[in-house]
């Protein structure tokens, strides 16, 4: 589970104020169900939760017969609104517990002043610096550092941007309830609002009737970039700032931007036909929008606040030249060179944006000027302020507002964000095959050994020649593909190479898949040839499933031996990016397999790269499940192995996850701490379990896989029957009409397990309470492993556990994912399956996976039970189950409905709501 702070949670703490706010929330959604539906449906409400409570509590052996019987007896539009109404009190709940964890992290700061709060950026240069890493160390490690989240665009957000905004509205008004002392009037008027709030979240549809387009989808994205990383991230250079700035001998150092958030939303293409050339140009405006429009508002608030007198204190000479130069001719301002200062800034920023193609500025300049040349010139204006307000004794203002203008900019250029692409492999072959063909007369590429492939390719980009001809007519797939790649260099050509630095090959299995690329961006000049050649964009081969992950090592060494291929990584500052893929590994071999592959790829990888003198720099593809890589960050990335941060870093941040890290400016800034004092902590320090091959942990690891791997595939890919007990026991065949997304969610019209994406794999496990493809098959592995080394196996995996941060982030994850199934609920869902024999099969084997899975984490942990060591996460999914529940039921009872002829609206409307609800509930989706 990725909650909204994405550590360890703060110990054993008083939960009251949790309690009192989660049900005064639930009080004004009760009082508004009561005014808007009637008492009746009110009092059943009421009935179902105190039933449900009791249920979970176990006060009540009768309570799961009463509450079957409510909720089955529920006609279609009760149903519909008891599942709203649950479903709602879910959203809610969520935001007081991210209230409530801010308001501990609060109080923990407040209670010891002058300690850094743990996870902080602020705590993690300073035990650096305790741990003696010295001024050189630091030095290197900020000059070449790259801590990078980057958005995607997957089908898990299932919340509408409107019910996210009600929920921004909701906990603004909460923080205000918590932080300010009310006079009796405030505090009625805040109650007031709250309850408006309440009554639009209650009038406001859960569920989209439309699916989502692409250009929907930026924007969705582009809403954390204004409410969170445009404000936040310069403070987060800030603080690190502060602490180098606080030691002499630190003081120098140099600080460049290496955090940076991007996104590839509009840009991954792999098995999404609306995402296309136009659609790609739109993104990059869009960012580029949104950039200009912060600073143009940011600068017109430093015009009118900025109102230092020359008569008063005199600043240099470059301060007032720039000032000289301004469109301000005020009398009122004549004695006041800052504001005229940043009236010329203004104005040049503005014919900026203008140039750029950008709508009008809301605030007219005071006159016209040249627009920059690019952000370089804009931050040297901001460099003159900056200097000035030093040079007369103001560092305080220069630190403020000015100094985190600048930073952005910085950080953000006129691009806001670098754009990945992604497309597959094998789009890419197709694609260079017609263009032989066509264009050169060389057809039959595609049937090439890989030798030959290679030969050819490597002959073309020896060529200063481009291969594409504009008198051939070219496939409409072809044609779709080289118009992206000059959408690629148009925008380079527009906002600068920035704006676009990565290209992700999905599926990539050799390395004439990575020279295919090379030879599309040659076509539009983002690849110079000739003796020393030079590619404006990184390459990144994407390594996906089992067989990818074991083969990497040897494709990259293939690829970094051909010396034209090495000069373009020298080209690129010698550095070769990878990407790993966590989600479709996971569905191909199971969680522990996966997760053990991956670690061996990064460490095979590095000796590769270094072997060949390369600098190696991962991009993690992490999912918001523990089924597709997800869990917390800080632990993820301390747990990778030794030598493979090395200061870089990119990884995923996909659908509800976003939100529930970034929504909320304050949680926003905390998470991206934890991002940089993790990568910080992971490459400069010594972690225990290093030498963990050495003590024979690989080998350990390397045995436990083989046996969960035989015991997952012997599932999912081997088991008759299998594939109809899936789409018969879980949603994922009505999920298709939820509109999460404007992705398919399958690769092909099958119902094949191999052609589901894992999204919808993951996500309707969640949705059932079984949660598989975050633990099944490491039950059966430890139990294999024990029979063949007797007692001293389990206290090796003890050991292991309590010594390697590997096992340790393995199975914190799997016990997180372990506390939030319920067999009992599952087994209704697996009631759906029409066969009887293949439900008992195939569910028996999962329930006695489940408790031996279970079994086996408590005895290598140690713990009494689930959770034991995360007492907060454990209590907060412990309350959410009571509502939780009548979901799943009502769930289960709409999809026999449903799959029994009443196919009319309400019953499909419960269904698909009722997937809302879960997934806020469970705070996670796929």
Not at 152 to 173: D, G, K, W, Y
Not at 295 to 305: A, D, M, N
Not at 338 to 352: D, G, N, T
Request: glycine content about 8%; hydrophobic content about 40%.
């Amino acid at each position: 589970m990725n909650n909204a702070l994405d550590t360890a949670v703060i110990g054993q703490e008083d939960d009251t104020d949790l309690r009192e706010d989660t049900r005064y929330l639930g009080r004004l959604l009760g009082d508004t169900l009561r005014e808007q539906e009637g008492d009746e449906i009110f009092e059943l409400v009421e009935q179902i939760r105190q039933t449900a409570i009791q249920f979970r509590r176990g006060r009540d052996a009768d309570a799961q017969r009463v509450l079957d019987d409510m909720l089955h007896g529920l006609d279609h539009d009760r149903a519909v609104v008891v599942i709203r109404a649950f479903a709602l009190f879910s959203l809610l709940s969520n935001i007081v517990e991210d209230l409530h964890r801010n308001r501990q992290r609060r109080a923990a700061r407040m209670a010891e002043p002058g300690r850094p709060e743990a996870g902080s950026v602020t705590a993690a240069l300073e035990h650096v610096i305790r741990s003696g890493v010295g001024r050189e160390a630091l030095k290197d490690f900020f000059s070449g550092a790259l801590v990078s989240p980057v958005l995607t665009a997957h089908p898990t957000e299932v919340q509408r941007r409107s019910i996210l905004e009600c929920q921004r509205e909701i906990n603004r008004l909460l923080i205000q309830r918590d932080r300010m002392h009310f006079t009796p009037e405030e505090a009625a008027d805040n109650e007031e609002s709250l309850r408006r709030e309440v009554l639009v979240l209650w009038q406001t549809r859960l569920l989209r009737t439309v699916r989502l387009t692409v250009k929907d989808e930026i924007e969705n994205g582009l809403a954390y970039y204004r409410s969170t990383f445009l404000r936040e991230v310069p403070r987060v250079y800030g603080a690190i700032e502060a602490v180098l700035g606080s030691r002499e001998d630190l003081a120098d150092i140099d600080v460049p931007p290496f955090l940076v958030p991007g996104s590839w939303i509009g840009g991954d293409r792999d098995g999404n036909p609306f995402v296309t050339a136009e659609v790609m140009l739109h993104a990059a405006r869009q960012h580029s929008i949104m950039a200009m429009n912060y600073y143009l508002e940011t600068v017109q608030q430093l015009f009118g606040r900025m109102s230092l007198s020359n008569l008063l204190v005199a600043p240099p000479p470059e301060l007032e030249a720039l000032a000289e130069k301004s469109p301000d001719t005020s009398d009122f301002h004549l004695h006041e060179p800052y504001r005229r200062a940043f009236a010329q800034i203004y104005a040049r920023l503005a014919a900026s944006a203008t140039a750029l193609g950008h709508p009008t500025p809301l605030h007219r300049p005071l006159g016209e000027r040249e627009p920059y040349a690019g952000a370089d010139e804009f931050i040297a204006d901001l460099d003159v302020v900056i200097a000035s307000l030093e040079h007369q004794g103001s560092r305080r203002i220069a630190r403020g507002a000015v100094g985190e203008l600048r930073r952005a900019v910085d950080v953000f250029g006129f691009h806001l964000c670098p754009l990945d692409l992604r497309q597959h492999s094998g789009i890419h072959e197709a694609t260079v095959a017609e263009l032989f063909a066509v264009s050169a007369g060389r057809p039959g590429y595609a049937e090439l050994d890989e030798a030959t492939k290679i030969q050819w390719l490597l002959d073309e980009l020896a060529t200063a020649r481009p291969l594409r001809s504009p008198y051939v007519r070219y496939s409409d797939e072809a044609k779709g593909e080289l118009e992206i790649f000059a959408a690629a260099a148009e925008i380079h050509s527009r906002y600068g190479e920035r704006a676009l630095q990565n290209y992700i090959i999905s599926k990539a299995d050799s390395a004439s898949d990575m020279l295919e690329v090379a030879l599309l961006l040659k076509d539009v000049g983002l690849l110079k040839p000739g003796e020393s050649p030079e590619v404006a964009v990184n390459i990144v081969p994407l390594f996906e499933t089992i067989d990818d992950l074991r083969a990497c090592a040897r494709i990259m060494d293939a690829i970094l031996s051909l010396p034209l291929y090495r000069k373009l990584v020298d080209s690129r500052g010698g550095i070769q990016e990878v990407m790993l893929g966590y989600s479709d590994s996971n569905k191909d071999g199971g969680y522990l397999t996966a997760n053990w592959e991956l670690y061996k790829a990064e460490v095979e990888l590095v000796r590769v790269f270094a072997r060949h003198g390369v600098t190696l720099r991962f991009f993690h593809g992490r999912g918001g499940t523990i089924g597709r890589g997800g869990g917390p960050s800080h632990l993820a990335i301390l747990a990778q192995p030794p030598g493979t941060v090395n200061g870089r870093i990119r990884l995923t941040e996909q659908g509800e996850i976003i939100a529930s890290k970034y929504a909320d400016p304050e949680i926003g800034r905390y998470n991206l701490e934890t991002l940089v004092s993790a990568t910080m902590e992971a490459t400069l320090l010594e972690r225990p379990g290093a030498d963990a091959e050495v003590d024979g942990f690989h080998e350990v690891m390397e045995e436990l896989s083989r046996h969960a791997l035989k015991a997952y595939r012997g599932l999912v890919y081997e088991t008759p029957g299998f594939e109809t007990f899936f789409w018969q026991a879980t949603p994922v065949g009505e999920m298709g009409e939820l509109y999460l997304g404007s992705r398919p969610a399958s690769r092909k019209k099958s119902t094949r397990i191999e052609d589901l994406r894992a999204i919808p794999w993951v996500f309707s496990w969640s949705l059932a309470r079984i949660m598989l493809p975050g633990w099944y098959g490491f039950g059966s592995a430890v139990s294999a492993f024990i029979a063949n080394h007797g007692t001293d196996g389990l206290l090796r995996l003890q050991r292991m556990h309590r010594d390697w941060p590997l096992l340790q982030s393995l199975l914190s994850n799997m016990d997180m994912v372990l506390a939030k199934t319920d067999m009992g609920v599952a087994s209704r869902y697996a009631d759906l399956v029409q066969d009887g024999q293949l439900h008992e099969r195939v569910f028996g084997r999962i329930h006695a996976e489940w408790k031996l899975t279970i079994r086996h984490l408590l005895a290598i942990t140690g713990q009494p039970g689930l959770l034991a060591s995360n007492p907060s996460l454990a209590r907060s999914i412990r309350q959410r189950f009571p509502y939780i529940d009548p979901l799943n039921h009502l769930q289960v009872s709409l999809l026999q409905r449903y799959r029994g002829g009443e196919t009319e609206g309400k019953v499909k409307r419960g269904i698909l709501i009722s997937i809302n609800g879960i997934a806020a509930g469970l705070r996670n989706s796929g």
